[in-house]
T-cell receptor
Framework: NAGVTQTPKFQVLKTGQSMTLQCAQD?????MYWYRQDPGMGLRLIYY???????DKGEVPNGYNVSRLNKREFSLRLESAAPSQTSVYFC????????????FGAGSRLTVL | AQRVTQPEKLLSVFKGAPVELKCNYS??????LFWYVQYSRQRLQLLLR??SRESIKGFTADLNKGETSFHLKKPFAQEEDSAMYYC?????????????FGQGTTLQVKP
């Protein structure tokens, strides 16, 4: 019963490099979310997807792109990484369709040098 | 603007002492509020939500609309309560997972 799975768990990048964080949910839910967690800032919403094929900006979308190619997967891409994007990234999906209670992935710790 | 404020970065108490983690919010409508917890090396998970009015692991939280607060309380802290606690507010109309989180409070329960 994996729920929400994220890869990779850890990544170190150099400034300017690109990478994609992958997220998959096995609950057949419509909505998926990407948050970043920073000390003293809590979690902030980067992007979300209400359903397959749709995406919307959250609170801090600059520097990121997302893709929701199918119902199961929601990826987050950093085209040109910056040190300010050093963070822990969490993917999430509701516990059931329409719920505003989320189940989270294990997190992806990204360091940009 | 919608906001959630947790004024304490760190709360350190001894085992058996009462605990109160503070959460204040600003929201123009009828809020739905949550407490999430992240134990060491574990995923962020829901602890409780105000509409459930339940006690989870001995914790309770009451929504006070007059004071715009949703403080988390436990009468007798246990060492296993040590974790990061986030207060969160649902920002969308209807059911939506777009949550606004507070800054988080680390609870440290000393033996």
């Amino acid at each position: 019963n994996a729920g929400v799975t994220q890869t990779p768990k850890f990544q170190v990048l150099k400034t300017g490099q690109s990478m994609t964080l992958q997220c998959a949910q096995d609950m057949n839910h419509n909505s998926m979310y990407w948050y970043r967690q920073d000390p003293g800032m809590g979690l902030r919403l980067i992007y979300y997807s209400a359903s397959e094929g749709t995406t919307d900006k959250g609170e801090v979308p600059n520097g990121y792109n997302v893709s929701r190619l199918n119902k199961r997967e929601f990826s987050l891409r950093l085209e040109s990484a910056a040190p300010s994007q050093t963070s822990v990234y969490f993917c999430a999906s509701p516990i059931y369709n329409g719920a505003n209670v989320l189940t989270f992935g294990a997190g992806s710790r990204l360091t940009v040098l | 603007a919608q906001r959630v404020t947790q004024p304490e970065k760190l709360l350190s108490v001894f085992k058996g002492a009462p605990v109160e983690l503070k959460c204040n919010y600003s929201y123009s409508g009828s809020p739905e509020l949550f407490w999430y917890v992240q134990y060491s090396r574990q995923r962020l998970q829901l602890l409780l939500r105000h509409i459930s009015r339940e006690s989870i692991k001995g914790f309770t939280a009451d929504l006070n609309k007059g004071e715009t607060s949703f403080h988390l309380k436990k009468p007798f802290a246990q060492e296993e309560d040590s974790a990061m606690y986030y207060c969160a507010l649902s920002s969308g109309s209807g059911n939506t997972g777009k949550l606004i989180f507070g800054q988080g409070t680390t609870l440290q329960v000393k033996p």
